[in-house]
Every structure is written in C-alpha cells, then in structure tokens.
Nanobody, 122 residues
Framework: VQLQASGGGLVQAGGSLRLSCAAS????????MTWFRQTPGKEREFVAA????????FYADSVKGRFTISRDNAGNMVYLQMNSLKPEDTAVYYC????????????????WGQGTQVTVSS
C-alpha cells in the first residue's frame, strides 16, 4: 500500500485545513487508516483513525469536536477536516494504514505516507 498525504499549510489560529491521504496498491488489505502528528523531539502522536469497513471513528481527546476523519472507499481517500485550529496543532501530519482494526500505537502500522506540515500561527 502506498500513501500520499497532502493539504498542509500555514493558517491562523481559529482557521481550518483539510488534509487528504490517497491510498494505492493492495488497498483491499486495509483495515484502518489513521492520522498521526509529530513535532521535533517528540514521538508520533495519535490524532484520529477510521476503520475501513464500518467507518467507525476514533479521536484523540485533544482534537475531539474540532477534527473530523472521513473516508471515500471508492476513491481510496481519507480526509482530516481540521477546524478551530490552535498553535499546539502545529506538527507534521502523517497518514498511516494497517491491516485489521485501528490502533493508537504508531508501531502497529505497516504503511506510512510522507507527511505534510501544518503550521498554526497565533
């Protein structure tokens, strides 16, 4: 499975961005797709996940009510709509995929996109 993330950029606090992740290759094995984020010197942090079949969603407490993850199975796309952005949301955002169900732990993911930078100015 190959993943291509896009949609990052610079936005003011309170603004919105939508990240996209395009999946290609053996996507029929995909059980879950997830967004993680990482800042320098820190481990990758779980943001949101969606199960590929049922569409069940999971969110980190820090983004609940502000971020929405969604998928387009036909197009093999996953999106992360980010609203009410805060400076602490600044990070490189990665999409990841794994077989079977979602996991909060980045080490459980087999496939990763290249990352897209999100910068929120105060």
């Amino acid at each position: 499975v190959q993943l291509q993330a896009s949609g990052g950029g610079l936005v003011q606090a309170g603004g919105s961005l939508r990240l996209s992740c395009a999946a290609s290759g053996r996507t029929f094995n995909t059980g879950a797709m997830t967004w993680f984020r990482q800042t320098p010197g820190k481990e990758r942090e779980f943001v949101a996940a969606i199960s590929w079949g049922a569409g069940t969603t999971f969110y980190a407490d820090s983004v609940k009510g502000r971020f929405t993850i969604s998928r387009d199975n036909a197009g093999n796309m996953v999106y992360l709509q980010m609203n009410s952005l805060k400076p602490e949301d600044t990070a490189v955002y990665y999409c990841a995929a794994k077989q079977r169900g979602p996991s909060y732990y980045s080490g459980n993911y087999e496939y990763w996109g290249q990352g897209t930078q999100v910068t929120v100015s105060s």
